[in-house]
């Protein structure tokens, strides 16, 4: 059965320094799609990143970059520079080919101090 | 903002009522997920819609919950007699497409919290 695993229920982090939040999966599936997003205390999900399988670099997004590790099942989070504005839960997602539905883990609480 | 809209964004109802909620998904998507979150918790799949069918509703519970997507209309999620452990809060999604999420193209509205007394 597939699962996702966030195993830092919560964070810290000094403003301007980088983060990495840890993510491991779990998938029989060669095909499958990796995601994560954050949900400030407003309680909106907010999407961040994609990484597929195939995907042969690891995907960025401005401060957001994804640590896949494809052998080690891991899709780490890194938010560089942290903001104030970065303080929130934040979500691993995974899709499996031929579903239409996502695997979220438990979250981890990022909180970013001055 | 021509996201997913849901309403209510809060809702109160006592033990034994009904809950309905909302979705509007964005414009020219017709697949729509529903999700559920409980407090200090991920969000768990529930039901996945395409106009007028129920695609997969492996996550709904066997009783009280039902989802509909009429061909015309937002797509409903439906909670009958509440039971306290029915507060959570529940979010829809939507997509273009089948797997037209798998490069992120999911979208989320911002959610409905149900409180139940």
């Known amino acids: 059965a597939q699962k996702i695993t966030q195993t830092q229920p919560g964070m810290f982090v000094q403003e301007k320094e980088a983060v990495t939040l840890d993510c491991t999966y779990d998938?029989?599936?060669?095909?499958?799609?990796l995601f994560w997003y954050k949900q400030p205390s407003s309680g909106e999900m907010i999407f961040l990143i994609y990484?597929?399988?195939?995907?042969?670099q690891n995907a960025t997004e401005g401060r957001y970059s994804l640590n896949f590790q494809k052998a080690r099942k891991s899709a780490n989070l890194v938010i560089s520079a942290s903001q104030l504005g970065d303080s929130a839960m934040y979500f691993c997602?995974?899709?499996?080919?031929?579903?239409?539905?996502?695997?979220f883990g438990t979250g981890t609480r990022l909180q970013v101090f001055p | 903002n021509a996201g997913v809209m849901q309403n209510p964004r809060h809702l109160v109802r006592r033990r034994g009522q009904e809950a309905r909620l909302r979705c509007s998904p964005m414009?020219?998507?017709?697949?729509v997920y529903w999700y559920r979150q409980l407090p200090e918790e991920g969000l768990k799949f529930m039901v996945y819609?395409?106009?007028?069918?129920?695609?997969?509703e492996s996550g709904m519970p066997k009783e009280r919950f039902s989802a509909e997507f009429p061909k015309e209309g937002p797509s409903i999620l439906r909670i009958q007699q509440v039971v306290r452990g029915d507060s959570a809060a529940y979010f829809c999604?939507?997509?273009?497409?089948?797997?037209?999420?798998?490069?992120?193209?999911?979208?989320f509205g911002e959610g409905s919290r149900l409180t139940v007394l």
């Open positions: 997602a995974m899709r499996e080919r031929n579903t239409d539905k996502l695997i």
């Open positions: 414009k020219g998507h017709s697949h």
């Open positions: 999604a939507s997509s273009g497409s089948t797997g037209g999420f798998a490069t992120g193209e999911l979208f």
């Open positions: 998938t029989s599936d060669p095909s499958y799609g």
């Open positions: 990484q597929g399988s195939y995907d042969q």
């Open positions: 819609l395409q106009k007028e069918n129920i695609i997969d």
